[in-house]
């Protein structure tokens, strides 16, 4: 058997160099700028003659940026075709996640809140688009964000960045916590309720859909737990107590024109399909009261998704609706979850294989 040592890290010859030479500088007389930026700049001196600058390492603090030199830069992200890696097809979704910003939201009872909110900002892009300027997404956004939050605000940010990107379809989600004053069960104390609610502004195929997500934090007492424990009352004259968990449910719901569905509204469905909410003030009648309010409602997880679904269907603001409701288990070591959707706009067989773990509410 004959074995062939390969030579490794060897030096080219003269002659491998100026072939390779030879190639490169058929390569830059064709390509474009674009092109010869991205694989290296300095094969521009193989094309144009020029030499590569000795650099200053000096920052220049008094160079100002007219038109003339801001035409020459480079744009990578809105270059040709021939820029694309991978296939060539058309992407959904493509933009910026999680710029945060303060925004002004209006109050039912015609007050004004200024909240930290996380905006996500995303368009189409066609097959042959290399890319987009994502920048132009927050500056649009930005021109908007003085102003008092409302749908018609977001549309208008929508429409700016959907034409300053030159895209079909586009999507605006704004996060934030919503705070409201609530009152305890018996001793009069107040304190804040924080709400995670986010919005969309979903734009495909030139249907707009408007979305308001909520998530409601209660308590569930398991039905049978605490029939389980009255039957060792009574039967055995055993103490017992039923288990109850925090439980979360994240509502979605397409708000439909006409309609004004204010955040304040949705709580108030959601506190009358399950009045278990958690407590913010409690004195020791606040917990007995919440005690005996988890008793007169016990609910399975299958009856805590029926139950907010009841509520929202009869709503006539509400079009399509997700329930999400997960009961983090104090009696097993995994939590019990419901899906319940009305209508195609949240319909899917396929969920995000960590969408309950992200209903954890810390306290």
């Not at 408007?210 to 049978?224: E, G, R």
């Not at 979605?252 to 959601?270: N, P």
């Not at 278990?276 to 917990?287: A, F, I, L, P």
């Amino acid at each position: 058997m004959n074995v062939f040592t390969p030579e490794i890290d060897r030096k080219p010859s003269q002659e491998e160099a100026a072939a390779a030479l030879a190639l490169l500088r058929r390569y830059t007389d064709k390509a474009q700028d674009a092109e010869i930026a991205a694989l290296d700049p300095a094969l521009a001196v193989l094309r144009d003659g020029v030499a590569y600058p000795d650099l200053s390492r000096d920052y220049p603090e008094g160079f100002t940026v007219d038109a003339a030199y801001r035409a020459t830069l480079p744009d990578l992200q809105n270059g040709p075709a021939s820029l694309i890696r991978g296939e060539n097809r058309a992407i959904q979704h493509v933009g910026i996640s999680n710029f945060r910003l303060p925004i002004r939201y209006r109050t039912r009872d015609n007050g004004e809140l200024m909240l930290e909110t996380s905006v996500t900002g995303t368009v189409s892009l066609d097959a042959d688009k290399k890319g987009i300027n994502m920048s132009r997404i927050m500056r649009s956004f930005y021109a908007h964000a003085e102003k008092t939050f409302s749908f018609e605000v977001i549309e208008a940010a929508l429409d700016d960045y959907k034409t300053d990107l030159e895209s079909f379809d586009a999507r605006i989600e704004m996060r934030f916590s919503f705070p409201v004053k609530v009152e305890s069960l018996r001793s009069g104390l107040q304190g804040y309720q924080y709400y995670d609610i986010a919005l969309e502004l979903v734009e495909t195929a030139g249907v707009r859909r408007k979305i308001l997500h909520l998530d409601y934090v209660y308590s569930s007492t398991c039905p049978c737990s605490l029939e389980l424990s009255e039957h060792a009352r009574r039967a055995r004259g055993q103490l017992a107590t039923p288990h109850s968990q925090r439980s979360v449910a994240r509502i979605s719901v397409e708000m439909k024109e006409g309609g004004c569905l204010w955040f304040e509204d949705l709580i108030g469905l959601c506190r009358k399909a399950v009045p278990t909410e958690t407590q913010v003030m409690v004195k020791r009648e606040d917990e007995q009261a919440f005690a005996e309010l988890n008793a007169a409602n016990p609910i399975f997880v299958e009856d805590a998704a029926r139950l907010f679904a009841e509520q929202l269907q009869a709503d006539p603001r509400i079009g399509d609706f997700r329930v999400l409701a997960s009961h983090q288990e104090s009696l097993h070591s995994h939590d019990a979850v419901s899906v319940l959707t009305e209508g195609t706009t949240f319909a899917n067989d396929s969920l995000d294989p960590r969408l309950f773990s992200t209903l954890i509410h810390a306290g």
